[in-house]
């Protein structure tokens, strides 16, 4: 096995014990008042805390055979999806970044978004425990990100924010109803303050271009015409992580689209 093989697969197995914890969170958070500590890791149905051995990431769902050993109730696949692509995402901020700063700064973001893509798939809200301090983070993280000056995040969650409230005032205004939560607004914002605003047109056009085409689909499948309501917050986060890994590859087209001239 090659050494750098092996320096990849230490963070993956730290992203996949972080990734176990990320499932609790997307589970609790939702819930009012519930604490993401307390109680002991449990089956959501029978209740029964669960022992060391079922609380391996990944592997426990595959020994087990995606049942509780006590009920025998289905454990959802997202368990080890989430645990997973933690791992991935560990490795991969690694094997761009190093081992720095710089890269945990950006696991801390990936995780974060991980979370906001599965509550807002799931209840539709994101969350402003997550998306109100991840801004102050991110502006935070610009002082010693050598990627990110802070001007560029102040100026990020300034236009990130008020982006996205211009199109939700205006589609209220034309519409009559809101189009748009808050919560992607905050979230824009913190995208921007974390990744700059220069990031911020490729994250609105990739998201609003999969958002329209799966809402399209969404409308076609449900039938409900223009009531069909899907959340926006995971394709501003996958856009985001695409950034996040090829900002430079990005940043280059655009600059050769804008001047017609090689940078």
Not at 233 to 244: D, V
Request: charge should be neutral; aromatic fraction near 14%; glycine fraction near 10%.
């Amino acid at each position: 096995m090659q050494p750098e093989t092996i320096i990849l697969i230490i963070p993956a197995l730290f992203g996949a014990i972080i990734g176990s914890f990320l499932n609790v969170v997307i589970l609790r958070l939702p819930e009012q008042d519930a604490s993401i500590v307390f109680p002991a890791s449990h089956c959501p149905k029978c209740l029964n805390d669960l022992s060391w051995y079922e609380n391996i990431p990944v592997l426990s769902y595959i020994f087990l055979r995606g049942k509780c050993s006590h009920c025998h109730t289905p454990i959802s696949l997202q368990y080890p999806v989430v645990e997973m692509l933690t791992a991935l995402l560990a490795a991969a901020v690694c094997f761009k970044f190093g081992y720095s700063l710089q890269a945990g700064g950006y696991f801390v973001l990936g995780a974060s978004l991980l979370v906001i893509i599965f509550i807002d798939i799931h209840h539709q809200i994101i969350p402003d425990v997550i998306s109100l301090p991840g801004i102050i983070l991110g502006f935070l993280f610009s002082l010693v990100n050598s990627s990110v000056t802070w001007q560029s995040s102040l100026i990020g969650l300034l236009l990130g924010g008020g982006v996205l409230y211009s199109i939700a005032f205006l589609y209220f205004f034309l519409r009559k109803q809101d189009g748009m939560g808050g919560g992607d607004i905050k979230l824009l914002a913190m995208l921007g303050a974390w990744l700059g605003w220069q990031s911020l047109p490729f994250i609105i056009l990739v998201s609003s271009s999969a958002g329209s085409i799966v809402g399209l689909i969404a409308m076609k499948w449900q039938k409900k015409g223009g009531s069909t309501r899907i959340p926006f917050g995971p394709f501003l986060s996958i856009a985001a992580l695409i950034y996040i890994f090829y900002s430079e590859k990005i940043l280059y087209f655009y600059h050769l689209y804008v001047t017609g001239q090689w940078p």
